[in-house]
């Protein structure tokens, strides 16, 4: 595994070293916007036969490398294959998004909650990550990813996706010890299976707190971020002698990007709402940024991509620490020949800052 | 009309002069949630018509202050009122919300948008707001509102309620002109129409802008706040030889709160996400703060309720300036009981702070 990348930027961007131009990739990048995944996903009968089937999660992954110079692969997966493989049997029902078949809904329930085996329960996902390591052969880095604990919990506790996070919150006011209870068994899920990724051959990883933006600052700390430090604390922070970077991303978590910074990781994710610049001045010494891209922007024009490209470039300015990114991820209505525009406009206009 | 308030606290609070505990209103408080609230509704026949009525809108902003003992009455309306006198046709599809018959979906009818007049198409809201001015009989000021031009062109554009504002967003990064277009001639009718309630009876006015947290910090800038500023400076600030108080929230606006602040409004609404103690050191020295417990607190007990409220009062601190509130409309799955736990818990904890 210790070959040379033929690509490292997006490392060295994540590590803070100089770059030639601004890295790029897109958050879902392997997504329903281009033809050849629905293709796939068709073929596959189902999204979860998909994620579990270590050949066609490879084939999706590698999709968006072939129609665009990105600068890293990540794991095709779901944040939801950890509360299943802990026994809450997901489901996708047919545009109701996803569902669990037995959510957490009482004490008992919650008390029996244990983590996975991940060498059983999830040797699928660790499959796939060595295969999609293998087929990119040194051309780009390939990220592994879990979600938050406390998103994961929102699934787990609602039983599905949720508009207002009632049924959660109102675990989390009431009954704070059953909350913490869930958190804890899931952080060190997250904590080895994000660690067997990474043994599997993942070069860098992203936590995905989709969720925590939903929360109170005091919430936010205490039941979200706690575990999110205890995560990237626990992850080994290299393989083969080289490092692994750690990205944390708390979508509409910008009021609280000096905390997020001081987890430890070596990067923060960003949604749109907050200015790249801005952030810098409050954690550029401690992390790099990757983002900041709203993905509407992506159904404009090419002229308009191009211009919030430079706008958010400029923002974060002069050097490296910045990997390009949308602030969430891309829409399954964007024309692919957008997402193409973006790419080129980044690596284009990036080179006149480093 | 210039008789004295028995209970100005909550205008004194804005302006932040001293008072004796920290006034709470909450808002949508004539809501679902009230079974009295629910009956009115059904003898209306709908919403609309609800809403229409002056003698039934004059009922319902009443009825939370018959159950608990707040600090401030709110006009109770819709933020659609204003579209739906512009020509779009409001109207509430039975579990889809708002909906207009004649959303902008085209330049032409961009084009054609014109500012209503105030004094005929919105003559019902005016007509409700000195009737219920009259009603309370001096007790509690009586809050107008408006929702702001970003908001009310989101649901003009994208037809109702959205989930990713691709609509809007498109239009306002491909044809900049047109989008600007609407949301000049919209806060010219905002302006009109928050003049309009503050000489119909309004002691303080309040611009909803319910979206401005989906946009990203330049479009923040450009397409919502220049336009809630222009408002700010072009209301009635002085009614009858009284000051109006202006508060402008924006939800999952706390990464923009300097600069809301520097609209010159009166005080800035904060939902949940920012400690309302950073937000003091930030402008404090400028504005009042309206908010900012999350309305899920109300789901737990009275025990939680207190405890959150404490929480809230000790990080704001000493001193005038602070309008509790909830950080978004109270759910209509709240338990009435739970609601006067919170006033009580406010007007009580409150005191040790003034």
Redesign the interface.
Known sequence: MNFKLKNDTFLRALLRQPTEYTPLWMMRQAGRYLPEYCATRKRAGSFLNLCKNPDMATEVTLQPLERFPLDAAILFSDILTVPDAMGLGLYFAEGEGPKFERPLHSEASIKALRAPDIGTDLRYVTDAVSQIRKALNGSVPLIGFSGSPWTLSCYMVEGGSSD???RV??LM??EPKLMHHILEVTAQAVTQYLNAQIEAGAQAVMIFDSWG?A??????LEFSLAYMQRIVQGLKREQDGVKVPVIVFTK?G??WIESIADTGCDAVGLD????IG?ARQKVGHKVALQG?L?P??L???PE?IRA?TE?ILASYGYGSGHVFNL?HGI?Q?TNPENAAALVQAVHELSRKYH
Do not use: C, P, Q
């Open positions: 207002d996070y009632a919150k109102t006011y009431t933006g929360l109170s600052h005091y919430a936010f509409g910008g009021l749109w709402t907050m200015d801005i900041n709203d509407s922007v159904f404009a024009t308009a919030e706008r602030g829409s209505f």
